[in-house]
Antibody, heavy 120, light 106 residues
Framework: EMRLLESGGGLVQPGGSLRLSCAAS????????MSWVRQTPGKGLEWVSS????????SSADSVRGRFTVSRDNSRNTLYLQMNSLRVDDTAVYYC?????????????WGQGTKVTVSS | DIQMTQSPSTLSASVGDRVTITCRAS??????LAWYQQKPGKAPKFLIY???TLVSGVPSRFSGSGSGTEFTLTISSLQPDDFATYYC????????FGQGTKLESK
């Protein structure tokens, strides 16, 4: 069974940093593009960042570009999201997801999510 | 950016009903559309891709149709497990989700 398990969420002050992790199992991790998607009650679901299977290509939403960095360690079957210069409006549940396609952003398998709260 | 608009925002229905949710894109997305189901406290579940192709294991009472800018998700005979929030998502250009349609019991 394919599974994703996020960790690393928590409470952080505005301007702070946080690193999320996502441990994958049940599939050949390095063969699949992966993504982060976040959800808030106000803005709904929002794609954040994606990375190719080889880690050779990444992309990010305008709202996080320059502040968030997606990376992966295929030897550890783990996806990461380094979040810097956090803002109050980054508060959300963050999901990691296995992409359905190599080059399009549809999301096949989702983790259970990890909550990030940015507040002073 | 491509905007996705779902209607209605809330839909009240009974077990056995046929229900339809509509999703409109602000520009043509060909058939690059997915549908997801989400229950409270859970992650979204991938139901349909390429506008009309069911993900493996999804019951056949679910169907999707449309292309270009107008799409529909239909549940042919509503079951108790189907009460949830449904989201459309375009993946023609990066990714954008609709605001969701909450399907509730009448």
């Amino acid at each position: 069974e394919m599974r994703l398990l996020e960790s690393g969420g928590g409470l952080v002050q505005p301007g702070g940093s946080l690193r999320l992790s996502c441990a994958a199992s049940g599939f050949t991790f390095g063969s699949w593009a992966m993504s982060w998607v976040r959800q808030t009650p106000g803005k709904g679901l929002e794609w954040v960042s994606s990375i190719s299977g080889s880690a050779g290509s990444t992309s990010s939403a305008d709202s996080v570009r320059g502040r968030f960095t997606v990376s992966r360690d295929n030897s550890r079957n783990t996806l990461y999201l380094q979040m810097n210069s956090l803002r109050v409006d980054d508060t959300a549940v963050y999901y990691c997801a296995k992409n359905f396609y190599d080059n399009r952003l549809a999301f096949h398998i989702w983790g259970q999510g990890t909550k990030v709260t940015v507040s002073s | 950016d491509i905007q996705m608009t779902q209607s209605p925002s809330t839909l009240s229905a009974s077990v056995g009903d046929r229900v339809t949710i509509t999703c409109r894109a602000s520009q043509s997305i060909s058939s690059w559309l997915a549908w997801y189901q989400q229950k409270p406290g859970k992650a979204p579940k991938f139901l349909i891709y390429k506008a009309s192709t069911l993900v493996s294991g999804v019951p056949s009472r679910f169907s999707g149709s449309g292309s270009g800018t107008e799409f529909t998700l239909t549940i042919s005979s509503l079951q108790p497990d189907d009460f949830a929030t449904y989201y459309c998502q375009q993946y023609h250009s990066y990714s954008t989700f609709g605001q969701g349609t909450k399907l509730e019991s009448k």
